[in-house]
Structures are given as C-alpha cells and as structure tokens.
C-alpha cells in the first residue's frame, strides 16, 4: 500500500487523509499541535459560492494603510520590518488589478461551488456526523456606500448564475427581525451553507484514526530528508516519517517549510478572532455585517461571532480593542444585543494562511516529484477543504482532476 504523509492537520490535511483514505492510501498526518484549535476550528463555518471576490481587490493596499495605525480596524496591516513581509506585500499590489480579478472569480465561484456539493456529498453518504445547513448568507449594509457595492457583487453573482437575491429594508427585518433598525438592507446568497466547523473536525479525525490513519501530535517539523528530486522522510523533534507521497497543507507555517526546501510559496499568516456565545441569540441566519467585516454564524449549540483580518505575523496575541470592535459590531448590528465581558474574554483567534492573489497554491512540485502542496485558501479555507483535498487525492493517484490546476499553480509568483 503506497504511504502518503501529511503535514498539517487543519481542514485541508484532513480532508486530503479522508480522499486518500478512500483511494486506498496509507495516511501519517503530522501536526504541530493536538488538532483542537486554530484557524479550523474557529472559523464562521461559511460554504460560500458567494465569496467569489479575491482579497487582492484594486485599492485594498490603499485601504490596509490607512488603516495600518488603527489596530482595531477590520483590515489591520502592523508596521513592521520583515523583508518575507515586504516581497509578499509587492506580489499582492501587483495581484490587486481588475484583470487579474476578473480570471479570479469563475475560478473561485467553481472551487466553491464544487466543495460545497462535495460537503453534501460527504453528509449523505454518514461516514461520520457533521452539522450543515443550507439557509444561504447575508450580507447586510447600513451606509449607501456598501449598499451600491453589495449590489455590484450581486449583480455579477446573478451573472455567474448564482441564487442571489436583493434585500430592502422590510424583506430583511421580516427575514431576520433580530436587526437593528439602521441596518437598510442586504444581499441574500441562498446558494450558500454554513457549518459548525469544531463538529465537523473532531469527528472526522475520529473517522480517519478508525480507518488507520496515523496521527504524530504535537510534533514540529524540524527537517525534510532529501534525495535528488525526491523527498525520502519527514524529520520531527522525536521522529523520522517515511513515505512515497508528501503533502505539504500547513496553512501560514507552508511558506517557512517551503523555503526550507528552496521553494518560494509566498503565504502570510492573516489572524482572525471570533467568539462562540452559548446563549440564545435569536438569530437564526448566517451573515456578514458588511461595515465592520463581521460574520455571524448560528451553529449547532452556540452563536458565533469572528472576524477581523489582521497582518501582524506569526503570533496568536489577543488585541482587546480588536475583540470589542467584533463586539460593538454585534450590539450595533443585533437590536438589544450585547456581549458580556465574560463572553469578549473567551475570544480566541486563528492564523489564515494568506496567498498575494487571494487563490490557493495547489498542485505538485516541478523540484521534488513526490511533493505535494496545497495552502494559501485565506479566508476560504473552510470552504474549500473538500474540493482541495479532493484535487490532492487526484494528484496523488495520478488522474484527471477536477478543476484545471493553472490558477493555483505553485511557482506563479
């Protein structure tokens, strides 16, 4: 049985171990921590054919440094002298072009289209227990200004052939009562899904340890053994992993990995927080609050709150005025609502492994014939997990994928 390694046991890793599984693969999935926490767990839990926009938008560069010395804005960019940093920021405003956007989005809205079936395939067939609805998501506005915009993203995902409906203020509030009264309207993606992504991820690594899939916890990477074009073992702090395939899906830790190897898979870690509210909210649909780049999500037993993108590098630091804006967004957003200090206390934030051009890296090495790399999803990694890992397991075998793989090709930077 041909032995395949993983490293990286967020979304990505898993849902490669589980197509692997299924192809008859021998799976190690190697992790730095116990797969209990970070960007896959405490994510809005979205499946989103919506979010067919990359992060590399014309003019984001010139919002980021605005905003770059308000810590508590929703796109926060930390000053810093870091030369990875600066490079990375160079390919992302060469990125931020309408072109370049414009062969984005049919890419991204087929990825996510094809992941979430995927999801729903993975539901049917009850190989393990997962939450997953299909109530679609809004994107909500108070300000004329994101009213216009939300309008042109719709128009375009009615282009595309997405179920996109425009809200005005009564169709919304009958929709959703819980808003406050200044919130004007929305956008309504009833293409969309949501999840609860803790569920989702407990139970599958239960699945694949059932199946023998070999978990090495709480082990760092500390080398990988190399033989001409051939990656022979995985070297950790207490271990050597042997295999004849390698997976490289270690979210913003792929692109330090990586250059160990003499590759250039320019990722930055982009940290989000959110907080997960065990009373009863009321809400009843998943949205984006679009000013403040808040997601709300009504998941199996808790509400959860999460947002903010912050660039401030590898670190898991809580910046309290990030997590009360998160918060002030909820209270100005949800009519009578407001979180506890308690509940503000209990936030926790994650890395999202951030590409320049807002695509993931996803394919096999030109320099090593037995590596594979797939990372970079920002902020879709949770809804791409499926569809990536599903285009590993047919790079690994060998068979057509998919999708075409040029997008996302390894050396387009």
């Not at 919506?50 to 508590?72: D, L, T, Y």
Request: glycine share 8%; proline share 5%.
């Amino acid at each position: 049985m041909k032995r395949v390694a993983i490293i990286g046991g967020g979304i990505t890793g898993l849902c490669s171990a589980y197509y692997l599984v299924k192809a008859g693969y021998d799976v190690t999935i190697v992790d730095k921590g116990n797969i209990t926490k970070g960007a896959s767990f405490i994510n809005a839990g979205y499946v989103t054919p919506s979010h067919f926009v990359p992060i590399a938008e014309p003019g984001m560069i010139n919002q980021g440094i605005k905003w770059m010395f308000n810590n508590s804005s929703p796109f926060y960019i930390k000053p810093r002298w870091d030369i990875d940093f600066f490079k990375w920021s160079w390919y992302f405003k060469k990125s931020s072009t309408k072109h370049k956007v414009a062969k984005a989005i049919p890419v991204l809205k087929e990825l996510n289209e094809k992941s979430r079936d995927l999801y729903a395939e993975m539901l049917e067939s009850l190989d393990f227990e997962f939450h997953m609805e299909r109530k679609g998501l809004l994107m909500v506005y108070k300000s004329a200004k994101n009213e216009e915009h939300e309008g042109h993203i719709a128009e375009k995902g009615k282009e595309l052939g997405l179920d996109v409906k425009v809200l005005d203020k009564k169709a919304l509030h009958d929709l959703e009562p819980q808003f406050s009264d200044d919130v004007i309207g929305g956008v309504h993606y009833e293409c969309d899904a949501h999840s609860t992504p803790n569920l989702f991820m407990k139970n599958l690594k239960k699945w694949l340890e059932d199946k023998g899939v070999k978990f090495v916890l709480e082990e760092t990477v500390s080398g990988l053994e190399v033989d001409g074009k051939t990656i022979k073992a995985i070297h950790t702090s207490k271990n050597t992993i042997e295999a004849d395939e390698f997976i490289m899906a270690a979210g913003s830790w792929t692109f330090p990995l990586a250059k160990k190897l003499g590759l250039n898979i320019p990722i930055q870690p982009g940290k989000g927080y959110s907080m997960s509210i065990t009373r009863e909210t009321n809400i009843n649909l998943p949205a984006i609050l679009t000013e403040a780049k808040v997601a709300v999500t009504p998941m199996k037993g808790f509400t959860r709150f999460a947002g903010t993108m912050e660039l401030s590098g590898d670190n898991n630091i809580i910046l309290p005025n990030r997590v009360e804006a998160i918060a002030n967004a909820a209270s100005n957003y949800y009519s009578g609502f407001t979180l506890t200090p308690e509940e503000k206390q209990s936030a926790t934030s994650g890395l999202r492994p951030v590409s320049p051009d807002g695509l993931p890296f996803i394919g096999k090495s030109s320099k090593f014939r037995n590596l594979n790399i797939a990372a970079g999803h920002a902020m879709m990694g949770w809804s791409l997990g499926p569809i990536t890992g599903k285009l590993i397991s047919e790079i690994v075998e060998g068979n057509h994928t998919s999708v075409l793989l040029e997008p996302f090709d390894l050396e387009r930077f």
